[in-house]
């Protein structure tokens, strides 16, 4: 198994997760700060390995799976990386409902392996780690801080197979920095969208129907419980902060959110006016297909940590997020419409 021969000039970063949302904008950046990317891409014929072949040409990709340590340490001996970044992860709510083991075997114990390859690579003193932990390993029940946000010493209660798993992820992440002197990072991240977002995901969801409905293509949408309210920031800002913790002298935990909280109601309300809709009322239907097991009924994150250490900033507001998103569905659905 051959993969991409490294260079000596740049610097070589290894994201795991290149696909999803985050690994797109992540390479992006890592790529316009001169490193050296490599992608993991797994299974056989990858339906989303052309697309971003044809979206980030400059993406080294290896095959290799989160769930097959040989194929790690093969990633791991080929691309040399300075820096780890291990967004891999089976990473809806939802769907983790569904699927707990699988969640388990790559949310969990997916980045256990991916230590353990750095570790038997000899490359533990060298490579800088991050681990993408969520806001969903806190549950929403804010009984430790009651009325703030949640920072770095709250208390965790994950509400679904998807948090539970990454609390799992969260403190090995931590016990290999503690027990072997690894430079891991952990980015404890609140929701974070953008136009790369998922359609599965409810902010997505929301946009491109809106921009369907604004276009005549679509009549309504339907949706679970709109009263959940979320700290949703843009996935841009998110991922410098990410490459912000491991350029810190220290490796450390740190909260990204916005310190604000709104329901999926207001985002409705913002994304139709964005169409000169004032009422979405006419257009939405509750679906109990969509509400889940057990639901995190508020999450709002502290941030003052990452700001005040890593100078971590924001370039995008809770209505410019929506306005971005919704622009953003009516150019693509008009290309086909
Ligand atoms: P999460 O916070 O990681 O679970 O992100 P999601 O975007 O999947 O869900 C955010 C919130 O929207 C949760 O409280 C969901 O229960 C709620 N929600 C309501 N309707 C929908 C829907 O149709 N799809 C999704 N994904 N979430 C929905």
Redesign the pocket.
Known sequence: MRGPEVTDTARRALVTGVTGQDGGHLAELLHSKGYEVFGLIRGQRNARREALEREFPFVRLIEADLTDQTSLIHAVATSQPHEIYNLGAIS???YSFRNPQLTADITAKGVLNLLEAVRVSGLSDSTRFYQASTS?MFGGLDYNRPGAGYNENSLFHPRSPYGVAKLYAHWIARNYRESYGMFVSTGILF?HEGERRGL????R?ITNAVAAIHLGLQDHLA????W?K?DWGYAGDYVRGMWQMLQHHEPDDFVLATGETHS?EEFLTLAFAAIGETDWKPYVRQDPQ???PA??DILLGDPSKAERVLGWERTVDFPGLVSLMVQHDIQVLSRHA
């Open positions: 809806h709510v939802g969903e929701n599965e995901f409810v902010t969801k949706l679970g419980d709109l959940p979320r999926i969509f509400r889940r639901e995190v």
